[in-house]
């Protein structure tokens, strides 16, 4: 018999003791932590979190009304376990599915659950060979468009924090949680609520999860761009590769990353309807770990993880403007896939061991100041700030402003060394951002400096532009997940205007795989 105890302060004691400190010393069998965060609203940050308990006498224990104490339901023990059952079904076609993102890849991994001899096709390379091919143009500015930190097996959050935070674990989204710890990621990840994997522990899944996919039935290619659509009688029935080749199948699943702007333009072309949506831009903001974790930690950081934050200023008839995929103790990073561009992102490893915090700080760009109302209009406006970034840095060095002097109105004259493999040229950010981005971060900056002592001051730099934060199109569906306009195309995860993140994306990759699976 099992109960369910939360919200309890969890310290260095085994769970059963601090189970049975919470029950009055009633007798507990065993003890599981199924849930905890850090708790850094008091002055000493305190872990806290749920736990599993099982006892000798349930009845005898809830009889005793103990806070936050109910019975473990059915719900809970899905939550825990993440089973889901295959659905298995006959397949007289070979699903497509484009793009080994999250979306692509879970949604192949659903599907071989099934039976489905599904085929994935990726534009980039493996992920040791993607590595390798990053590293060089880390080193050597040598960028290649096909594979970088964009494309390529796992996608952009190869190259990321690796942060899977979700409110939920059960059901679809623990069944995700589950197959990455089988993968190789740490087991916390099923109970912290703001759970991080890391890209070096992310590069090791990769290949794992791949392998699962290919002892299921599903064949994986690399190398395999989609330069379009085979369409017969106005339904999607197959792709045509950029080598010439065309493969025949169905549903065809495209989830190719908000940045495969080649991708979505092919499939507007092919007849999907689609429509531009709002997004957010602005500039990666780093800080020295120890000034943040002053800030956070006020009686000492101790044996505590690197402090993180997220903050938000939502004015009443302004634009809101906050920070998104915080890294602590991480690094900036080059995320552009055209040459002639700039684009900066944030990520860390496993260990959030390094000397900075980045996060970016972001402002709320309408679909109004695009300037078209077209669905590439967003992607334009984009490329436009990218390409600026390159002529006023001269090359893939970052834009960079320290905080103070970008509030201030003036050219830092020199800039601390920051995370950025390409190193800063000192550039006034007004001269690249919008006018209603700069307005809007500034006055986040001086409402977040309040909560961040610090966060305001030229302590921190703001390297730009980070304008890849979402997808400026949504693609249209309809209640089978299929493009209205053009069946058998199922347009899936963050590119297509359905994710958010790695969890979201691969959410959405299991959804439409579950769709196809029922044949709605």
Known sequence: MALLLQNVVIDDRPPKLVAEAALAGLAVIDAVVVRRALDARARVPTWRGNLRVEVVDEDAVLARNFPGVRRWTARDEQRRTGELPAHRRVWNSRPIVVGAGPAGLFAALRLVEA???????????????????VSRFWRHGDLDPESNLLFGEGGAGTFSDGKVYTRRRDGDLGWIFRALVEAGA????????????????????????RQRLLAGGGEVRFGARVADLLVQAGRCVGVRLASGEEILGGPVIVAAGHSARDTIAMMLGAGAAAEARPMAVGARVEHPQAMVDGALYPSGRG???ASSYRLAHNPAGGRAAYTFCMCPGGMVVPAQHEPG?????????ASRASSWANSAVIAQVPVADYGAADPLAGQRYQARIERAAFVLSGGYAAPAQRVGDFLAGRLSPEIQRTSFPFGVVSVELDRLLPAPVVASIKHALLVFDAKIPGFASNEGVLLAPETRTTSPVRFLRGPDFH????????????????GGGIISAAHDGFTV???????T
Do not use: C, Q
């Not at 493009?483 to 359905?498: D, I, K, M, Q, R």
């Not at 795989?513 to 044949?519: L, M, P, R």
């Open 115 to 133: 039976g489905a001899p599904v085929l994935l096709l990726e534009r980039g390379e493996a992920t040791d060979v993607r590595v390798k091919r």
């Open 186 to 209: 740490d087991s916390s990840i099923l109970e912290a609520s703001y759970a991080h994997i890391g890209t070096d522990r992310l590069r090791k899944i990769l290949p794992v999860l």
């Open 303 to 305: 044996s505590l993880p």
């Open 341 to 349: 561009t700039v684009v900066v992102n944030g990520m860390s490893f």
């Open 483 to 498: 493009s209205p306009t053009l069946p058998g195309l199922v347009p899936a995860g963050e590119g297509a205007g359905w």
């Open 513 to 519: 795989a579950e769709a196809v699976i029922a044949g």
